[in-house]
């Protein structure tokens, strides 16, 4: 039970991993982006005869640094854990071992979730939002981390996104069915 390596599976390993449904759209708007500047800054430098090989390279970087910024973690879900991966490495939590879950405001809304085990795992609330599934996996094992008496904190902030993750699938529903 204690191993980091053997969260992945359940019972056999036969549990469904869901992840982030929009992910690649983020990503290649992230590239798009990242593109978009380069070709931009290369157009611009080539018009006004300044370019060089040193500036070309500083514009790559440029570039480069903004893509990095703006490359979304991959989130992932499976039966007791969730994960996040990045472009270095992936994180990840035992869902039925949390210990706290705790909103991070600051210039994009953060959910910090921590489990027994020592994983700490930080993703944007907007990819549970958009994703039902992987909100039902956080929140199976959130309930069964609380029943259990190790969600130390967090409650109220699991249960204010439960509401924000009900009101937004109602919407869905309703503009779906045309009543909205």
Do not use: Y
């Not at 991993?17 to 982006?33: F, H, I, P, S």
């Not at 008496?149 to 996104?161: I, K, N, Q, V, Y």
């Amino acid at each position: 039970m204690g191993r980091r390596d053997d969260v992945r599976g359940g019972p056999g390993g036969a549990d469904e991993t869901v992840g982030d449904r929009d992910w690649k759209r983020e990503l290649w708007a992230a590239v798009r982006c990242a593109g978009v500047l380069l070709a931009l800054l290369l157009l611009i430098d080539w018009g006004s005869g300044r370019i060089t090989p040193w500036r070309a390279l500083l514009w790559f970087a440029l570039t480069g640094l903004l893509f990095v910024l703006l490359c979304p973690a991959r989130v992932s879900a499976g039966g007791n854990w969730l994960a996040s991966r990045g472009l270095v490495r992936e994180r990840r939590v035992r869902t039925d071992l949390l210990v706290t879950v705790r909103c991070l405001d600051g210039v994009s809304q953060r959910l910090l979730l921590r489990d027994a085990l020592g994983g700490r795992v930080e993703i944007d609330p907007e990819v549970l939002v958009r994703n039902p599934q992987l909100w039902s996996r956080l929140d199976e094992g959130a309930r069964k981390a609380a029943a259990d008496g190790s969600l130390l904190c967090g409650a109220t902030a699991l249960r204010h996104l439960a509401l924000r993750v009900d009101r937004e699938t109602a919407r869905a529903v309703f503009r779906a069915s045309g009543l909205e």
